[in-house]
């Protein structure tokens, strides 16, 4: 019976499984919000409400189909899921959104839903479409065991690789941030308002964790608790540092100019270390490179004559 359906029907069938089975991955990727759009809502979901049936209706209808769709999908799926999942799993998963910069929506419960329908999709796509491509019994079975595991971890590994990416920029920017703090600071502003400027003005995922340390302050929380909160989401060691030193600084009443000063001059010579040694490790990552596209070619081009030369005189001639 299978070998009956029209190759139009199998194709059909197999790109329909692979969307469904990739929708959720493709969603982390997209939807993904920063984390000063979720500050801010956060601060306007605290203002009473005034909002008419009507109004209510428009702001539903601005949310995203996609998340409309599928936020409510992954809420169900996660239920169940839960009483199957460790909770060390669940707060490690957790963090590593945090790192991620917290994505809009998104928490370790329906991050393990959506490992779980990737990993499903995935291998009922291999179960169903390898068959009717002409794979004996063995291969789907094992391309289904693999279409299973590498979609049960592929949202985490999007995930990781977005933390990764956001704690990079992150650690770029922490030098220029502090001389714009230290600027400031020197020039009569008071440590807040110094990071509220600084936050304003430099944007990307360190200007938004700025910017969420000061809305922080200004809701009553204390500058220190606010400061180890902000090292907490970061895996940063040059922020965790700094983060200590003003906490320190504020305990034993030093002057935050000169701390300021000093991170900033530290940080300065450690980012350019740290180009200096990804300068020297790049002469190895171009040796298979050039062992595998370029040194291919000139041989084709240098030995390529001589060996069409050899074949005509020696081999033709025998």
Not at 13 to 32: C, D, K, P, R, S
Not at 151 to 169: D, K, N, T
Not at 196 to 222: A, C, F, I, N, T
Request: hydrophobic share 50%; with cysteine.
């Amino acid at each position: 019976m299978l070998t009956a359906l029209e190759p139009s029907l199998v194709i059909a069938l197999g790109l329909t499984l692979a969307f469904v089975a990739l929708m959720l991955v493709g969603y982390v990727a997209i939807e993904a919000a920063s984390q000063r759009r979720l500050v801010n809502r956060s601060l306007q979901s605290m203002q009473p409400s005034q909002l008419s049936g009507s109004d209510v209706r428009q702001q539903q209808l601005a949310v995203p189909a996609g998340r409309r769709l599928v936020l409510p999908t992954l809420e169900r799926v996660s239920k169940r899921v839960l009483r199957f999942s460790p909770p060390a799993i669940i707060d490690r998963l957790d963090q590593e959104l945090t790192y991620a910069g917290s994505p809009a929506g998104w928490d370790g419960q329906r991050l393990m839903a959506a490992k779980w329908l990737t990993g499903v999709g995935l291998g009922l796509l291999a179960v169903v479409v390898l068959p009717l491509s002409g794979f004996g019994l063995g291969g789907t079975v094992l391309a289904g065991l693999l279409g299973a595991v590498v979609g049960y971890y592929l949202p985490e590994w999007i995930v990781r690789s977005r933390a990764g990416r956001r704690q990079f920029e992150i650690r770029l920017a922490l030098p220029d941030a502090l001389d714009l703090m230290s600027i400031t600071v020197e020039a009569g502003l008071s440590f807040d308002a110094a990071l509220d400027r600084v936050s304003r003005e430099m944007g990307g995922p360190l200007g938004d964790e700025l910017y969420r340390v000061v809305q922080e302050m200004r809701l009553g929380k204390g500058r220190g608790e606010a400061l180890r909160d902000l090292s907490g989401r970061t895996t940063v060691e040059e922020l965790k540092a700094f983060v200590m030193a003003m906490v320190q600084a504020e305990i034993f009443g030093i002057s935050v100019s000169r701390v300021l000063h000093v991170q900033a001059d530290e940080l300065r010579i450690k980012r350019r270390q740290f180009a200096e040694e990804r300068a020297q490790k790049l002469p190895v990552k171009i040796v298979f490179p050039l062992i595998l596209c370029i040194f291919p070619a000139l041989f084709v081009v240098l030995l390529g004559p001589a060996a069409i030369s050899i074949y005509e005189s020696i081999i033709l001639r025998n």
